[in-house]
């Protein structure tokens, strides 16, 4: 391992971190920069799926006192509540992810699809934020399960790469009534059971793959993974309460916008 790969795989597991949480596409942002910067890591895909538990388990810091709560109570009605909205919201991605996963590898993972995606996204947020103006349900608590399972299934567009699975959940969840506040913190905890079972899939498909080549860059990427996702989450908890999402989607915009130009000259 050389300088010039670690500073690349701590590059990559720090926008894992801050991207997976906010509506801009981790995957995207990864699979782009894969292509530009040209990093090689351990075989098949193990240091992408292990930065994205870094992310995870990010995530599960920030909230873990939530999470103890429905571990050791969960027939509270309050926790009961919060484990069928996830449950629900877990089924969409759960169901398709696992009939149509060797078609999301093989065909959509390219800069291409991202692109495009990134762009239709950034219009998608502009118009929402733009449209959306009332709030039924301001907490998480008072979201009836029918609103949870319909996040589900705007979760489940976000296998396309470039879409954003914190773009769909929170920007779906805005439209169905949820308030910036519930539908961000919504979408951190539904990425919870959501990326988990992602990341135990891919391990178990690439499980062949994994040895100690390269685990020193896994490491770092993990480490940096794990810090950046605690910095953002904890971030945009507070951002979302002053502030819309329109400025997400103009960066889509531009660096979707960006991509296709750099794609038209050749590059990728």
């Not at 790969?5 to 801009?24: S, W």
Request: one cysteine or more; glycine letters at 12%.
């Amino acid at each position: 391992m050389d300088l010039y790969d670690a500073g690349i795989a701590a590059l990559l597991g720090a926008v894992e971190g801050i991207t997976e949480f906010l509506p801009i596409s981790s995957t995207g942002h990864l699979i782009l920069l894969d292509d530009l910067l040209g990093f090689q890591g351990p075989p098949g895909h193990v240091f992408e799926v292990v930065i994205q538990l870094g992310a995870i388990l990010g995530v599960c810091w920030v909230y873990r006192e939530r999470l103890l709560q429905l571990a050791t109570h969960p027939l509270m009605p309050r926790n009961r509540h919060m484990l069928l909205l996830l449950v629900l919201g877990f089924l969409p991605a759960a169901v398709i992810g696992f009939l149509a996963h060797g078609f999301i590898k093989t065909v959509l993972f390219n800069p291409w699809v991202v692109s495009i995606a990134l762009i239709v996204g950034g219009v998608a947020i502009i118009v929402i934020e733009r449209l959306v103006t009332g709030d039924r349900f301001k907490e998480i608590d008072a979201v009836p399960g029918s609103v949870g399972l319909k996040v589900g299934f705007c979760q489940a567009l976000a296998m396309i790469p470039g879409v954003s699975r914190s773009g769909a959940t929170i920007m779906g969840a805005r439209v169905l009534g949820l308030s910036r506040s519930a539908a961000a913190e919504f979408s951190f905890l539904l990425a919870i059971p959501t990326m988990f079972a992602a990341t135990g899939y891919d391990l178990y498909k690439n499980a062949a793959q994994i040895d100690g080549n390269g685990m020193a860059l896994v490491l770092i990427g993990f480490i940096c993974a794990l810090v950046t996702a605690v910095l953002t989450v904890r971030w945009l908890i507070g951002f979302v309460s002053s502030h819309t999402f329109s400025g997400f989607g103009w960066y889509r915009i531009a660096l979707g916008s960006l991509m296709i130009v750099l794609l038209s000259f050749g590059w990728g």
